[in-house]
Each structure stands twice: as C-alpha cells, then as structure tokens.
Nanobody
Framework: QVQLVESGGGLVQAGGSLRLSCAAS????????MGWFREPPGKEREFVAA????????DYAELVKGRFTISRDNAKNTVYLQMNSLKPEDTAVYYC?????????????????WGQGTQVTVSS
C-alpha cells in the first residue's frame, strides 16, 4: 500500500513558476513508476508527465513540454513537478499517481495509487 500526498499548489500569475511535490509512504518507493495528471475545470483528467523508477526515463504531454520537468528523489520518497512559464490554461487540480513496476505510462487506469490532488490556479 502506498499513500501519496501532494503539496506546492497555489495561485500564481501567468509566466510564473511553481514546484509541486508528492511524498509517498512506504519503503518501496523506488519500485514504482510515477506520474502527474491534472483535471482542468469541467474537463477530464489528463496526463501531464511521468517518470520511471530510476528517473532515467521521462515523458511529457505536448502541452507542457519544455515548460514542466518531472523528477524524483528515491531517498526522500518524493516526486516533483517543476512548472515554469505557467499559463492560465494550466489551471487545474494536479494529482500524482504511483504504478507498481519500473516502466512509466501515460494511461491513468494503469496507475495503482493516487493522491488527493493540489489546486494550481494561474491568473492572466
């Protein structure tokens, strides 16, 4: 069982930056691939970024490539999402997710555990 707790959300102006953190419980964090997803207002959950168990492989949604960076610190059981050059359309509830296994995936249903989400609001 893995529990995930996101933090770092908030209100920021367009062009600004935020760093989200997702702290995971348990001793086997390095056995999990991790992902970030988001739910914009009135829309379905969508993929943002994913990282494999070691951090050596990452993937990003086209909308965030070049602006967002996913990383992980297995010693701290934490995955991060650095978000730069934020736009109003990045406004959403952001969720982290954990998937048993080494390989990353962009498919939400393949993740086994989810955090409660953190709100990110970007003003224009």
């Amino acid at each position: 069982q893995v529990q995930l707790v996101e933090s770092g959300g908030g209100l920021v102006q367009a062009g600004g930056s935020l760093r989200l953190s997702c702290a995971a419980s348990g001793r086997t964090f390095s056995y999990y691939a991790m992902g970030w997803f988001r739910e914009p207002p009135g829309k379905e959950r969508e993929f943002v970024a994913a990282i494999n168990w070691s951090g050596g492989s990452t993937d990003y949604a086209e909308l965030v490539k070049g602006r967002f960076t996913i990383s992980r610190d297995n010693a701290k059981n934490t995955v991060y999402l650095q978000m730069n050059s934020l736009k109003p359309e990045d406004t959403a509830v952001y969720y982290c997710a954990a998937r048993r296994g080494a390989d990353l995936t962009i498919t939400p249903r393949r993740y086994d555990y989810w955090g409660q989400g953190t709100q990110v609001t970007v003003s224009s």
